[in-house]
Structures are given as C-alpha cells and as structure tokens.
C-alpha cells in the first residue's frame, strides 16, 4: 500500500487549501482512520487534526487541534481511499509540510498504519 499526499503550494493569507491522501496499490483499499501532521522549519511535529471513521460517512469522529478548530474540516472520502484536509483562513504560520498518517485495512496485509509523503504548503502575500 502507498499513501500519497498532495494539494501544496502557495497560498494567499485568508485563503483556502484542499489537501488529499490517497490510498493505492491493493484492490481491497479500506482508509479506516487519517491524522495530518505538520512540521514547520526548526519546529517539531504537531497534529493538526484527524478522524476516524463511522461507516461510509465522510466525517465520522473528528479532533483539531486548537489552532485549526473552526478553520479546518478533515475527512475520509464514501470509497473509503483518500483522507482530506480542508483549510480556511490561512495565515502566514500554517506554513509548513504536511503529512497524512493512515490506518488501512486491505485482505492480503490486515489493518496498518502507513505514512504519506509530505506536501508543502506556503502561506505568504
């Protein structure tokens, strides 16, 4: 299995971003829970928010760290693959890479936690 997470770039301040994490490389993909992570330079990692999640809803139970709650909605899309993070109001100190942390069941593996790649998110006028 292979996480992959995508959507960085540069961002306005104030402005919105839509990160994703997609599962692949098994037929039988099931993203049971996601958690993002951030690290900005010289700081250490810091969850930003996560979710498990509840049947097929996309939202099933969710946390956020205080300095995303009210700005940010995280995620798991109804084909149970691909984890989201969606940011609003972005400011200048959301600058950092993010990555996803995922639990994933496929038949042949069982239920595994997988890292995602980072994607570097820049929040700068």
């Known amino acids: 299995v292979q996480l992959q997470a995508s959507g960085g770039g540069l961002f306005q301040p104030g402005g919105s971003l839509r990160l994703s994490c997609a599962a692949s490389?098994?037929?039988?993909?099931?993203?049971?829970?996601v958690h993002w992570y951030r690290q900005a330079p010289g700081k250490e990692r810091e969850l930003v928010a996560g979710?498990?999640?509840?049947?097929?809803?996309?939202?099933?139970?969710?946390t956020y760290s205080d300095f995303v709650r009210g700005r940010a909605t995280v995620s798991i899309d109804s084909a149970m693959k691909t984890g989201r993070l969606e940011m609003n109001d972005l400011k200048p100190e959301d600058t950092a890479v993010y990555s996803c942390?995922?639990?994933?069941?496929?038949?042949?593996?069982?239920?595994?936690?997988?890292w995602g790649r980072g994607t570097l998110v820049t929040v700068s006028s």
């Open positions: 979710v498990i999640r509840r049947g097929r809803e996309n939202y099933g139970d969710s």
């Open positions: 490389g098994s037929i039988s993909i099931i993203m049971n829970t």
């Open positions: 942390h995922a639990n994933i069941y496929t038949a042949s593996t069982g239920s595994q936690y997988y």
